[in-house]
């Protein structure tokens, strides 16, 4: 008999979400964490630490530049790096600590090590005190993602750093070159901007986070730009040399071209992050990978082997905490012989720099390449009264509906508060919602999300306040 009914390995967010529920629908479960700490990269190396240091460092420059004008005398802020560190760990610390009480409450046993697949049903674990085999019914793969490396750049983690580095630079660098301009290279670029430094972001493609609405990428860059990001678009870094005092990568235009030097102190790397799916023995036990390394998987999260199933970001969609959670929900309620399900149509995604940008659904580019007729409506918060108070102004409301039946086929704030006001939007889409469902829907006076109704009324050319 097997001492499980379910064996995941990882407790990153789809791995320790996908034990709770497990053990809520009454499967005797088990977890596998190879790291000393709960909660993968997203609490440890990503999403908690990352929104600490952007909360830290947006009221940094916020008592610096911000308060005097609300009649707020604070004189000019002093940074104490060691301690924005000190406070973002703890914040961390508080959220791998909760997850560990969570584990404790469902009664899912926690083994530390690595695990790997010896098996269907078997999965060994090496850990400090040796190896241990767990018999299980289920395996679910959560074993999450890796920086994606730059060819010819090796990162050291103190001046060629990634996300986990530019988490934990121990002074402001005077210039930091940020190599990708994703959500991630804007967020801790965002960071360290706030706190002194210059920041130059270089870029491959033509435009600044791809896969985001262009016409909200465009202003987006602009509002960046005003902030003092600078942008080398369509440039490719080639090589950074770190003989000197300073770093020098080498860039070149993205098509080929004349190379050219940039000088700065520190480089983060952030082209993005690979599936990791090492020494888990997929290969041996027949585990079907695609080109990109991601584990592939039925509508049910099934791999091709029976037993064996796998969610996050080591399989395909977007590498995003919540995505991951969603997935583990639905494969522990499918183990528990229920139904399921994650609605990649409605799965939102946030820029949390100021201001934020967020969204949710589809983006024009999209639909024209769909061939689905559609109607825009746009709302600025130069035009709400809440954000005028605050001086927040920057950004907008973009609703689009399908032209012929008015559903919300995707909203896209740039704006102030945007990550917490998508929720709305999500949540109207998921229900199948109009535009004029939304614009019907009171909205509290003076809110931000007044910009939303504005946006859904204008899709029918009658906002009010514009
Ligand atoms: C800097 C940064 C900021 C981010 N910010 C956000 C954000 O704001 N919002 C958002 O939604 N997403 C964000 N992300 C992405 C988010 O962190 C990931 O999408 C999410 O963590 C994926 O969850 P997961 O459970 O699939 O895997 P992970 O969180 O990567 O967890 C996988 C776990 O598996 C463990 N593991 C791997 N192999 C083994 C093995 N063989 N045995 C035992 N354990 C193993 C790893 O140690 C790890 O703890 C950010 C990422 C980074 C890097």
């Given at each position: 008999m097997s001492a499980y009914d379910l064996v995941v390995i990882g407790t990153g967010p789809g791995g320790y979400v996908c034990a709770i529920r497990a053990a809520q629908l009454g499967l005797k479960t088990a977890v596998v964490e190879k790291r000393k700490t709960l909660g993968g990269t997203c609490l440890n190396i990503g999403c908690i630490p990352s929104k600490a240091l952007l909360h830290a460092s947006e009221l940094y420059e916020e008592a610096g530049h911000g308060f005097e004008a609300m009649g707020i005398k604070v004189g000019k802020p002093k940074l104490d790096l060691a301690a924005m560190m000190a406070f973002k760990d703890e914040g961390v610390d508080g959220n791998v600590k909760g997850v560990e009480f969570l584990m404790?409450?469902?009664?899912?046993?926690?083994?530390?090590?690595?695990?790997?697949?010896?098996?269907?049903?078997?999965?060994?674990?090496?850990?400090?005190?040796?190896?241990?085999?767990?018999?299980?019914?289920?395996?679910?793969?959560?074993?999450?993602s890796e920086v994606a490396p730059l060819?010819?750049?090796?990162?050291?983690?103190?001046?060629?750093?990634?996300?986990?580095?530019?988490?934990?630079?121990?002074?402001?660098?005077?210039k930091l070159l940020v190599v990708g301009a994703g959500v991630i290279g804007l967020e801790?670029?965002?960071?360290?901007?706030?706190?002194?430094?210059?920041?130059?972001?270089?870029?491959?493609?033509?435009?600044?986070?791809?896969?985001?609405?262009?016409?909200v990428a465009r202003q987006f860059q602009r509002i960046l730009q005003k902030q003092g990001f600078a942008f080398r678009?369509?440039?490719?870094?080639?090589?950074?040399?770190?003989?000197?005092?300073?770093?020098?990568?080498?860039?070149?235009?993205?098509?080929?071209?004349?190379?050219?030097?940039?000088?700065?102190?520190?480089?983060?790397?952030?082209?993005?992050?690979?599936?990791?799916?090492?020494?888990?023995?997929?290969?041996?036990?027949?585990?079907?990978?695609?080109?990109r390394g991601r584990v592939i998987t039925d509508a049910h999260f099934a791999t091709n082997v029976p037993g064996i199933y796998a969610i996050?970001?080591?399989?395909?969609?977007?590498?995003?905490?919540?995505?991951?959670?969603?997935?583990?929900?639905?494969?522990?309620?499918i183990l528990a012989g229920k139904a399921g399900h994650v609605n990649y149509g409605v799965i939102p995604g946030?820029?949390?720099t100021t201001p934020e940008l967020a969204t949710v659904g589809r983006t024009e580019e999209d639909l024209k390449a769909a061939g689905i007729a559609y109607n825009v409506g746009k709302f600025p918060f130069t035009a709400n009264g809440r954000a005028k108070v605050n001086r927040t102004t920057?950004?907008?409301?973009?609703?689009?509906?399908?032209?012929?039946?008015?559903?919300?086929?995707?909203?896209?704030?740039?704006?102030?508060?945007?990550?917490?006001?998508?929720?709305?939007?999500?949540?109207?889409?998921?229900?199948?919602?109009?535009?004029?469902?939304?614009?019907?829907?009171?909205?509290?006076?003076?809110?931000?999300t007044e910009a939303v109704k504005e946006a859904a009324l204008a899709v029918e050319k009658r906002a009010l306040h514009m």
């Open positions: 404790k409450k469902n009664k899912i046993d926690v083994h530390v090590g690595t695990g790997r697949i010896a098996a269907p049903g078997k999965v060994e674990v090496t850990g400090e005190a040796g190896t241990t085999t767990l018999e299980t019914k289920a395996i679910v793969v959560a074993t999450g060819k010819g750049v090796a990162i050291d983690e103190t001046r060629i750093v990634s996300s986990t580095g530019a988490l934990a630079l121990p002074k402001v660098p005077k801790l670029g965002s960071v360290w901007r706030r706190l002194g430094a210059e920041v130059e972001v270089v870029e491959f493609l033509d435009r600044i986070v791809p896969g985001i609405d262009l016409d678009l369509s440039t490719k870094v080639t090589g950074i040399d770190k003989s000197g005092a300073r770093l020098k990568a080498t860039v070149e235009p993205a098509a080929g071209g004349e190379p050219v030097v940039i000088d700065c102190d520190v480089a983060l790397i952030a082209i993005g992050r690979v599936p990791y799916t090492d020494g888990l023995g997929l290969d041996a036990v027949g585990v079907a990978l695609d080109p996050g970001d080591v399989i395909a969609g977007p590498m995003l905490a919540h995505k991951a959670e969603d997935e583990g929900v639905a494969v522990a309620e946030v820029v949390y920057d950004g907008f409301v973009k609703v689009l509906a399908d032209a012929k039946t008015d559903r919300v086929l995707g909203v896209h704030i740039l704006g102030p508060d945007a990550g917490n006001m998508i929720a709305e939007a999500a949540l109207a889409m998921e229900f199948g919602a109009s535009s004029e469902d939304i614009a019907r829907t009171c909205h509290a006076h003076p809110t931000l």
